[in-house]
């Protein structure tokens, strides 16, 4: 082999080591697996919310539903005494008593569980609870049982899971008999407890 020839091959060589010897540039791709699961991410909290916003518009809708509802049973009723006006509520029913007596008897309980069921269902609505007596005893007795009368039946409400701060109570004594007789028949409609919806 010539001097020339083995110059050419090691210049050939050497180039050859050269060239292998040059680190490659690393291409980082990104995997298309985390790609998804960002776009995933993204979805499910588009999803999410836009679930969210649904939820909200049908709670709002049946709270509008159930406000209509209730307005439908209110009817208006002038109470001497008090500011503006009260209604009376188809949905809520009133209880009555034994004479002297303020316990809540076993069917009554029934009744007030009935009205707590309306209440709960319609939490915006406030009431005023009424305490009423037969013609019996003095003005002064009456008042003072028409009241016990009107707070046992709050109390009975609050432990139904009512908020005592939605419901106010008066007492009218024998001032407001249902039933203007002077017989048990008549008495024994006016012992009684009412519920009337506020308007404040």
């Not at 009554?108 to 007596?133: S, T, Y």
């Not at 707070?151 to 432990?159: C, E, F, R």
């Not at 908020?163 to 001032?175: C, H, L, M, V």
Request: net charge positive.
């Amino acid at each position: 082999m010539s001097r020339k020839s083995f110059v050419i091959l090691v210049f050939i060589l050497c180039l050859g080591l050269i060239v292998s010897g040059c680190p490659k540039k690393t291409v980082v791709k990104e995997e298309p697996s985390i790609k998804k699961g960002e776009e995933s991410v993204v979805e499910k909290e588009k999803a999410s919310r836009l679930e969210a916003e649904r939820k909200e518009r049908e709670v709002k809708a049946r709270e509008e539903a159930a406000k209509k509802e209730f307005e439908k049973s209110l009817v208006a009723k002038k109470t001497p005494g008090m500011e503006g006006e009260v209604y009376e509520s188809k949905l809520l029913k009133g209880i009555h008593f034994d004479f002297d007596k303020y316990n809540i008897r076993p069917d009554d309980a029934e009744i007030l569980k009935q009205n707590a069921a309306v209440l709960k269902k319609f939490p915006a609505v406030k009431i005023q609870v009424e305490g009423h007596c037969d013609e019996r005893g003095t003005n002064e007795y009456n008042l003072a049982l028409g009241e016990r009368r009107a707070s046992s039946a709050k109390k009975y409400l609050i432990t139904l899971g009512i908020d005592e701060r939605r419901i106010s109570t008066i007492s009218y004594g024998e001032e407001k008999p249902l039933d203007p007789g002077h017989i048990e028949e008549a008495w024994t409609k006016n012992r009684r407890a009412e519920f009337i919806v506020l308007t404040k």
